[in-house]
């Protein structure tokens, strides 16, 4: 298999604001002179490419091969065409700009990236003859080019297609440089169509029509109309209404160039179109039609194509509060809508590979889907991001944004936390042994951050806290994180057999553990700085209290929470470990009864409002921060681990559930690399019942108040009595 080094492109001319390049579209004949044993092609196409061979697409998914900065990997998709190829072969390959020349994301510097250029293309096809001969032809200066009907496109932005663009002025292709990325071959789950869905409502507003899908997930339209020449059809795209009214604050950036926001353009030709954008996505639930008479507004106009990275699901969960299963829905929406390649902060305005986002989610996501393949990729250009001095942005892939701002410990922690929980939920170590050498060196860098007191404060803190005057302050929240990314370093090291890292990696947490509880944590009291929920819940969960102290320092928690009327004042570091906290502390009624608070800051406002997906913040809903961000969804960890109580561990699943007062049935599901653990409990009268699955042989104990076996021994119906009577029966 041959990774080419030979690129092509139409020019060197490229698209900005200013001057929209159209797509080009290349073509190669190719006649095959004899039996063939084996054909395949190898491609990488910048920024995206669509291949098509002898008039057939046969491209793998949307927005091939991946997205990186190509000046530091560089993926390649391979393809086994044997049964495709013929005599005479004409293989086309359609070009977008993608992150090559991303010029409608010049907030986070994309433009300014001196390997900035058109699009450009590599190919080996690769023939094994059946008479033993062999024949490679690749990319060079006889491949074809011409203008494709796409007249632009921006990955961010949208697309303008003009179907009456037929005639073709071919060239010869140019011979361009060669990104200097790591040449790989791409390893992971393609970007599928997951739903198709039609409007559930459509109204007039103004002279446009705004069609409503009634989910807010991302995808593209597809759009199919009888129509005239030259008729012009442009679709909007927006999360919300607000007063009733087509709204895109939410998704947009103001800039000074001109408004940011997302479209796409059809120019149609005579009679029927059917259209459909290829290099682009978009988040939203409505769509602003314009260009369209009251006749052409059917039902049949639009067709919601939802697409993210296929992640096979592997995990359930369900109960009898319409509420949580709500809210559940919306957590894996967000985490799904937020899947393309790697997970993605928003759908619409960023789409971009924030650090914190994918850490804060990597739990959940791994007990409900399938995304090591696509973890271990995008792990491969976290490690290439990272800079001479060991620090790592805050997005990957960057062009050198994310290190002045946007990053620091609670973001780098991805990666430890993506490696972490694979090795947890799936009990592999192979995404570690791809950064662990990344992981020491951004150890050491931090060694060289700490002040005087050996404690950190150099990045982005607990984010989108609602206001309030208490907040858990930096130098806490960096500190621990730091901390934590150390230890979990330090038995990952241990669990590969490299003592000597683990030793360091132990001895730095161990020397930042005693500094927060020096200089951080109030003994007498036990508040942690800044006495928030956020600063009592790390403080205990990440393990700085002794245990004789974590009583106090929980009672403080507990304290905090009710002085804030038991709304969330956590920002998404503090989120994503309260609710654990509680229910393994005996107070899984509280974190429900936060969860659906009915005032403003809590879930259930998102839940009020009609949103169909996890929003950016809570607070006054002004309809100006995103509706779809995925980094508030561990509660659907919360979900499944403590509610259903299945606990997964590298080599041990426990399960030990906590059955809130208000809720009378709960159920989930998670297939583990032992096979498939179920647990499904209901409440009848005075006693609980359990339904339970797990494989035989498997490690772990059965936990629920007082009474604990080993899961091994749930082969057969048990009785026993814990403040009321409970059955227990092994599921079939």
Request: aromatic letters at 12%; proline letters at 3%.
């Amino acid at each position: 298999m041959i990774l080419s080094e030979k690129f092509i492109c139409s020019g060197e001319t490229y698209s900005t604001f200013e001057c929209r390049v159209p797509a080009p579209l290349f073509h190669k004949s190719i006649n095959i002179s004899g039996g063939i044993k084996k054909a395949e092609i190898t491609v990488c196409g910048l920024g995206f490419y669509e291949l098509y061979l002898n008039g057939v697409s046969i491209t793998k998914g949307r927005l091939c091969p991946y997205i990186t900065n190509s000046e530091q990997v560089l993926y390649y998709d391979n393809y086994d065409i044997t049964e495709l190829i013929k005599e005479h072969n004409s293989f086309e390959f359609l070009l977008g700009n993608g992150m090559q020349n991303a010029f409608g994301g010049f907030i986070w510097d994309f433009e300014k990236t001196e390997h900035r250029s058109s699009p450009k293309l590599a190919f080996a096809v690769e023939l094994t003859y059946t008479d033993g001969r062999t024949e490679i032809i690749e990319a060079d200066k006889s491949v074809l080019v011409a203008e494709s009907n796409i007249l632009s496109d921006d990955l961010r932005l949208g697309e303008i297609y003009d179907a009456n663009k037929n005639d073709r002025i071919w060239k010869n292709a140019v011979i361009t440089r060669t990104p200097q990325g790591e040449k790989r071959l791409s390893n992971i789950n393609s970007i599928t169509i997951r739903q198709e869905l039609k409007p559930i409502r459509i109204f007039k507003e103004g002279n446009a029509f705004i069609y409503d899908f009634g989910i807010n997930t991302a995808g593209v339209c597809r759009l199919h109309i009888f129509a005239q020449q030259n008729q012009k059809v442009k679709l909007t795209f927006a999360e919300i209404l607000k007063d009733g009214k087509f709204f895109v604050d939410s998704t947009t950036f103001d800039h000074s160039r001109e408004k940011y926001y997302q479209s796409d353009t059809y120019i149609c030709k005579e009679g029927e179109n059917e259209w459909a954008p290829a290099f682009t996505y978009h988040g939203f639930r409505y769509v602003k039609v314009e260009g369209i008479t009251d006749e052409q507004a059917t039902d049949d106009l639009l067709i919601y194509l939802v697409f993210n990275s296929y992640l096979e699901e592997i995990g359930k969960f369900s109960c009898d509060d319409e509420v949580i299963n709500n809210l559940h829905k919306m957590a894996l929406n967000s985490t799904l809508s937020n899947f393309h390649h790697f997970p993605t902060d928003c759908p619409h305005r960023e789409k971009n590979g924030w650090t914190a986002d994918a850490a804060l989610s990597a739990a959940h996501t791994l007990l409900y889907f399938e995304p090591t393949a696509n973890y271990k990729q995008w792990l491969i250009s976290i490690c290439h991001a990272q800079n001479e001095v060991g620090a790592l942005p805050g997005i990957v892939p960057t062009w050198g944004w994310g290190f002045e701002w946007g990053n620091g410990p609670a973001w780098d922690s991805v990666i430890t936390e993506l490696p972490y929980q694979i090795w947890q939920k799936r009990n592999d170590l192979s995404a570690f042994e791809i950064c662990k050498e990344a992981t020491i060196k951004y150890i050491e860098y931090l060694d060289t951050r700490k002040d005087e007191k050996g404690l950190l404060a150099i990045g982005l803190g607990d984010w989108c806290a609602p206001d309030n005057p208490r907040k858990a302050p930096l130098i806490l929240t960096d500190s621990i994180e730091a901390f934590d990314i150390s230890d979990k370093a330090s038995q990952m090291f241990g669990a590969i057999g490299d003592a000597e890292n683990a030793a360091y990696c132990s001895a730095f947490a161990s020397d930042m553990r005693k500094s927060i509880r020096k200089h951080l944590f109030n003994k007498e009291t036990g508040v942690f700085e800044g006495g928030s929920q956020t600063s009592q819940a790390m403080g205990i969960y990440y393990g700085i209290t002794e245990e004789s102290e974590k009583e106090k320092a929980f009672k403080v928690l507990l304290d905090i929470i009710k002085q804030d009327d038991y709304h969330i004042a956590t920002g998404v570091l503090g989120g994503r470990v309260l609710f654990h906290l509680l229910a393994e502390n005996g107070e899984i009624d509280t974190a429900i009864r936060i969860l659906k608070n009915p005032t403003p800051p809590s879930y259930m406002q998102w839940v009020q409002n009609g949103d169909t997906a996890l929003c950016e913040g809570f607070g006054e809903y002004d309809g100006l921060s995103s509706h779809n961000h995925h980094f508030w969804g561990n509660i659907s960890a919360f979900f499944m681990q403590q509610i259903c109580g299945i606990k997964v561990g590298a080599d041990t699943i426990n399960i030990e559930p906590h059955i809130p007062s208000g809720m009378n049935s709960a159920c989930a599901t998670y297939r583990s690399v032992y096979g498939a653990v179920s647990v499904n409990w209901k409440k009848e009268g005075n006693a609980t019942s359990f339904d339970i699955e797990c494989p035989k042989n498997l490690k772990g104990v059965f936990k629920f108040g007082s009474y604990t076996c080993p899961v091994s021994e749930i082969n057969a119906p048990l009785q026993f009595t814990i403040k009321y009577k409970t059955s227990f029966f092994h599921g079939v």
